[in-house]
């Protein structure tokens, strides 16, 4: 393929080249015609789709900027107010007219003359906005999208002192790696502390989304808002029930696995108990990993490590870094948490993510940047429609990277005993957030079944489920007032709800395609790129297929993946 990632903005032909959206005022006549132009041919029909394709990407991409300003100074007023002007004044005037072109599409003589191949799961898609779409749903759409960034506003401001000296909780948890057991506990406890002060407002801005969602729910005819949400994230091909049958895989395959990977860890590091600040720790004498220092440094060694692998991906990452598309070091003011934003109409998206020099950081990088060769890949595709991917392929995509690119990472340590530590500490990351993942997402079942639940209901079944999935040893005796609230620090329930399960879901995919990677670099690198330059062009099962991957997630096949990370954690600690 080409290597060259010469990714260019797509021109514009129905909308004039300096078009800039200010208000609905300037962006309505463009729906207009859109609504009110004839169609008497398959062809036409496809130069429509091409115009609405193009309004689409330039709304997406300014949508996309002012989310991605916003997170980089969750401080600067004037950002928010423009993020929320789009989201309160702009966006809920789109959707009917969203929903009206639907209808027209969905009606028109000719759609059944499109290329099935093409367009199923883009027809499939449409209708099923049809049947979710409500007039009453459009303002408590756009409150619930401007109350979830709050999230991100609270977090954002929490920071602590250690040693004299201010850090983000980001930059504090690095401490948690340090060889001294009293500065880690120190540390863990004044992080949780700070995470104390604001669980009321946490609570109360989370109680308030479950109230407004579980209407949105109502209002589209729908029990509860996890049948809703499954309906509105398009999970077509599983089920709750493949949910929770994970959930039990979880807990049968590989909880006995973390609690292997516990048990060596607290020998290592010679303790009668492992209390959740060891968790990350080194014994005394051994050095925290530092693979590099600064965010500068960061992207160029993982530019570095792509192009040794292939010589794409490193153009890629190459391109975004000319085009100013990467704020990568953690600050006060910065809101939490990495990403990769698609921008839909220039293709090369952005990175946000909020680096402090950790093994973490380099691990988030890469995982970020499976995500931007996604958006590159997928650039090329007719329509933007075409590009939206479902989440379970575009985190294969990212978490695949993580894995492939162990065997670069030479090029962030420079003697191989710093080398095999990396390799065996993302190794144990794989394996140990399957549990946290089922955790979260068993939680989101129930806190949706049941929403009109109080906070101490809502602080027992935490407690419960989390009780469930903790290694049991794992010594968690004196903090039970931070377990209790530990949900809070993850930002995806109370900014994008129910989407978690899919990180378990990919992770699956993406071991698999480190396994054939094991076998035969070329073809799982061919294998991986075949799937992804398919953007949402086909259906889940096709997409895995393609990467040469069973959509699969039951105990038989779990079990069997976690077989094969043990055996590949096993050569790792064997003497080298």
Request: net charge negative.
């Amino acid at each position: 393929m080409d290597n060259s990632a010469d990714i260019k903005k797509l021109p514009r032909h129905f909308l004039p080249e300096d078009f800039k959206i200010t208000d609905w005022q300037n962006l309505q006549p463009y729906f207009e015609t859109l609504l009110n132009r004839p169609i008497n041919s398959r062809h036409e029909l496809e130069n429509w789709l091409q115009d609405i394709s193009e309004l689409e990407a330039v709304i997406m991409e300014d949508a996309t900027w002012r989310q991605i300003k916003m997170t980089c100074d969750t401080e600067n007023k004037a950002l928010e107010e423009a993020f929320t002007y789009f989201v309160m004044e702009i966006q809920p005037h789109i959707q009917p007219y969203a929903d009206r072109l639907n209808h027209k599409l969905i009606n028109c003589a000719y759609t059944k003359e499109l290329d099935t191949a093409q367009y199923f799961t883009y027809l499939r898609s449409v209708k099923k906005n049809i049947d979710l779409f409500r007039q009453e749903n459009i303002p408590l759409q756009a409150e619930i999208a401007v109350m979830a960034q709050q999230y991100g506003v609270i977090t954002g401001k929490m920071s602590v002192e250690v040693e004299g000296r201010e850090y983000t909780l980001q930059q504090a948890a690095k401490f948690l790696e340090n060889p001294v057991r009293e500065v880690r506990e120190e540390v863990y406890l004044k992080i949780q502390d700070r995470r104390l002060q604001d669980k009321d407002a946490l609570n109360d801005l989370f109680t308030k989304l479950v109230e407004k969602r579980d209407q949105v729910a109502k209002n589209a005819g729908f029990q509860n808002y996890r049948d809703y949400k499954f309906a509105d994230l398009g999970r077509f091909d599983y089920t709750k029930e493949d949910c929770f049958q994970f959930h039990d895989a979880v807990k049968q395959s590989v909880l006995p696995l973390v609690e292997f990977i516990y048990d060596r860890k607290r020998q290592k590091l010679g303790l009668s108990s492992l209390k959740p600040w060891d968790i990350e720790a080194e014994p005394q004498g051994v050095k925290p990993l530092t693979p590099f220092e600064t965010g500068e440094e960061l992207v160029d060694k993982s530019i570095e490590c792509f192009r040794q692998m292939n010589p794409f991906f490193a153009a890629c990452l190459a391109k975004m870094k000319a085009m100013g598309r990467l704020d990568l070091d953690s600050r006060k003011g910065k809101a939490p948490g990495g990403y990769n934003a698609p921008l839909a109409e220039t293709g090369a998206p952005f990175i946000f993510m909020n680096a402090a020099g950790q093994m973490h950081d380099v691990t988030t990088m890469v995982h970020e940047g499976g995500h931007a060769i996604h958006s590159f890949l997928t650039h090329p595709l007719t329509l933007t429609a075409f590009k939206e991917y479902p989440m379970e392929i575009a985190e294969v995509a990212s978490m695949t990277m993580e894995l492939f690119t162990m065997d670069y990472w030479s090029v962030f340590f420079d003697n191989e005993e710093d080398l095999h530590r990396a390799k065996e500490h993302q190794l144990e990351r794989v394996i140990t957030i399957f549990p946290w993942i089922a955790t979260i997402d068993k939680f989101q079942h129930w806190i949706y079944e049941h929403p009109n639940h109080t906070l101490e209901e809502r602080a027992a079944i935490w407690r419960e489920i989390l009780v469930e999935f903790t290694p049991k040893n794992l010594d968690v005796s004196g903090l039970e007032q931070y377990r209790q609230y530990s949900w809070q620090r993850q930002l995806h329930l109370y900014e994008v709800p129910f989407y978690y399960i899919e990180y378990g879901i990919a992770q699956l995919g993406a071991i698999g395609l480190w396994k054939q990677f094991k076998e035969n670099k070329e073809q799982a690198i061919e294998n991986y790129i075949n799937a992804l330059k398919l953007g949402g062009t086909k259906t889940l099962p096709e997409l895995y297929a393609a990467a040469g991957l069973k959509f699969d997630f039951s105990p038989d096949y779990i079990n069997e993946l976690m077989l094969f990370v043990q055996n590949e954690m096993e050569k790792l600690t064997r003497p080298h």
